[in-house]
Structures are given as C-alpha cells and as structure tokens.
C-alpha cells in the first residue's frame, strides 16, 4: 500500500517531522519515495545504490536507456557526483540554484551505473522547494529522480497525479501540496563553449541569455530528422488518453474542426485558456491558466490534460502559445502530447 506522508510545505521545523524522517530513512535504506520539488513531484531514490534505482525505473516502466537527473541540496554533493565544473557551470549555477536548471556535466565516481544509463555525463540540478532541501539533507544522500508519472504520461503536479500513477508501486508519497511551476527543469549541456538547451523548461532561454554569451537549442528539438541528445526527448510523452490535436489558427477554424468531428458523433475536448474559453462550443472545454500570465499556463498544463482522462473525449483540440518565455517549455510538452502534428489554417 502506498501511504501520503503529509508535511507543512512552508513550515520552518521541516527536519524535525517525523513524516520527513520517515520518508528520509526510506531513502538510505534504499527503498524510493516520491516528493515535490519546485517543478514537479519526483520519485526519489539513493543516487549511489543501484537497487534503489533498479526500483525507480520498475515502479514508472521506464526505458533503461534514459537517465535520471541527480538532486543535491548543498554544492559539497557534487563531491564524487561529477568528475568536473567548468566555468561556465560554475556561472549558471550561481545564477540559477537553487532552481529549475539541470546541468550535464562529466560524472563521477559515486554514481549508481543506472543513474546515467550508460553516459559518461550526469545531470544534475538543486531544487527550489523547501521539501525537497529539507529531504535530501535528511538522507545525506545526492538523490536521483525522474518525475514521478507512470512512463508517458504527463508530470505530476500533485500528490494525487503521483498516487493515481504509482499506487501499489511505491511505498510513499511525501505530500507537499502542489508544485509551483509546473513543467519540469531546464536541461543544458555546457560542457562545450555553449550552452545547449537539451529540454526547455522552467528556467527560460532569455534568462540563460543573460548569463551567458552563447545558449542556442539543441538541434534534436527543432529538426525531427536529428536525434535529440537527452534520450528521454525521443519518447512520445506528455499524452493524455484520448489523441490531442495542436491547433494554429482562429477561433472559427478550431470550431470548424470540433464542429466536423461531433458531426461524425465523436465527443470532443478543447484546451483552452480562461480568456479564450467562450469562444468555443465542445462536449468538454478545460481552461489552463491566463494567456497574459504565460507561466500560470505551465502551472495548470499537466493538470488540465489529466482532467481530460476523467472525461470521455475520442479526441481533444489545444491552442498554441508563443515560443517565448516558458512558452517554449509549454509547446514543447504540447507538441510531444500531439506527436510533432500541428494543424495550420490556410
Ligand atoms: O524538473 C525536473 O527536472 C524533474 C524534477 C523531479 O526534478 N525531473 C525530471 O526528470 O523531469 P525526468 O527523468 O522525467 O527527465 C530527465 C530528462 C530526460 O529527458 C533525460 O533524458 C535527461 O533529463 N537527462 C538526464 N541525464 C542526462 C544526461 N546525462 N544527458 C542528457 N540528458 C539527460
Ligand atoms: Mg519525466
């Protein structure tokens, strides 16, 4: 049986819980525990123990050839977790932890094998979320984590997303209420004079911008013909159950495709924004955020195309958004959700 471990996400005695303790010990012997992070809710296990991360990668069904990203709490963790810090990690570590940017860099000895699936580099990333530090400290143990979603499907943002997901396969679930920013971290690669986005996400491109000379996108995201260099940005990923259907276009040129569709007798779902939801006659319309306010988009993203499983939509229709800001990491999860298919008006 999977337990919630509930804790107080802003309280100041956090290592004195005892649900933290608990989930803590769980952590050092080896066991895996899913806990929020800033971003979305991870399933944590000892970075150095391969058991640990043999059952992390059991209880998702992920493919043993994508690695996991290595949480720290305090930088005397990169210790033996990565072999070397270039300057230029050095410099968007100093400006971007604690926070949503995982940084690829050379690994080190202490790494379970797993963790990196076979590369000679490791991720790794300190998370802004009091649960999260106040975890990791407690363990005394780097901590490695994927989301904690069943394989393909979207991140948790909640406690619940993890429990509907991983109940029965884990044996807790730290609750610390929902995550902040909603899509997960930043992932670059600086190992080189520039700085490669490998997944955009919390941390934007304009901010890496501003720290660093050279941040361009890693050719595998924008040419469907190029692999990708972070292996798990070649599974489909993001989908909710019914197939979503990008949309680019007018209000009238989403109808027309909704109105064709229930014509046929299909129940229809649109992903819309608060500002946008009038316009549209479907059977299911679900907002997500503000359109003015892009990152409360990303806050509700993987919430909204759960909620489209709770309904019986055949097929769902979403806006886009401009690629801009966290609008980038918010099409990129949108466009992996729709297979790369965006449908344009003429
Ligand atoms: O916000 C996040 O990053 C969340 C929270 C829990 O920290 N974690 C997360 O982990 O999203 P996961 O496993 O779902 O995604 C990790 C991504 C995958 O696309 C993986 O392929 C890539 O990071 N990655 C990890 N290590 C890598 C490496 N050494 N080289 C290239 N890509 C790597
Ligand atoms: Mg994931």
């Given at each position: 049986e999977t337990k919630y471990l509930s804790v107080?996400?802003?309280?100041?005695n956090q290592r004195n819980c005892p649900q933290l303790m608990q989930a803590a010990l769980w952590i050092k012997e080896n066991e895996v525990v899913a806990f929020p992070t800033e971003t979305v809710y991870g399933l944590g296990g000892?970075?150095?123990?391969d058991e640990a991360i043999t059952k992390i990668f059991q209880a998702k069904g992920r493919p043993s050839d994508n690695p996991l990203i290595v949480h720290i709490a305090k930088y005397e963790q990169l210790e033996g977790l990565v072999s070397e810090v270039s300057p230029t990690a050095r410099k968007l570590m100093d400006a971007f932890?604690?926070?949503?940017l995982t940084l690829i860099m050379p690994k080190?000895?202490?790494?379970?094998?797993q963790v990196t699936a076979g590369l000679s580099t490791v991720g790794v990333r300190m998370p802004d979320h009091p649960v999260a530090l106040a975890l990791i400290e407690e363990a005394n143990l780097p901590i490695a984590a994927p989301s904690?979603?069943?394989?393909?499907r979207p991140s948790p943002t909640t406690a619940q997303h993890v429990y509907h997901d991983l109940k029965g396969a884990i044996p807790a679930i730290v609750d610390g209420g929902a995550t902040g920013v909603g899509v997960e971290s930043t992932v670059v690669d600086c190992s080189g004079d520039v700085v490669a986005i490998l997944r955009p996400g919390g941390v934007t491109k304009e901010q890496l911008e501003a720290v660093v000379d050279n941040v361009m996108m890693d050719p595998g995201l924008v040419d469907q013909k190029q692999a990708p260099k972070s292996p798990g940005m070649k599974y489909t990923h993001y989908a909710p159950d019914a197939p979503l259907r990008l949309v680019d276009g007018s209000f009238a040129f989403l109808q027309h495709l909704v109105d064709k569709d229930r014509a046929e007798g299909k129940k229809v779902g649109v992903l819309s924004t608060e500002e946008t939801k009038d316009h549209y006659h479907a059977d299911v319309v679900i907002p997500c955020g503000q359109r003015a306010q892009v990152a409360t988009v990303a806050h509700h993203l993987y919430d909204a195309l759960r909620a489209f499983n709770e309904t019986d939509v055949d097929v769902i229709y979403s806006e886009v958004f401009p690629k801009a800001g966290v609008g980038l990491a918010i099409m990129n999860r949108l466009e992996k959700s729709a297979g790369g298919v965006i449908l344009r008006e003429e």
């Open positions: 107080d996400n802003l309280g100041e000892n970075a150095q123990n932890w604690p926070g949503p080190g000895e202490h790494v379970a094998h904690a979603n069943r394989s393909g």
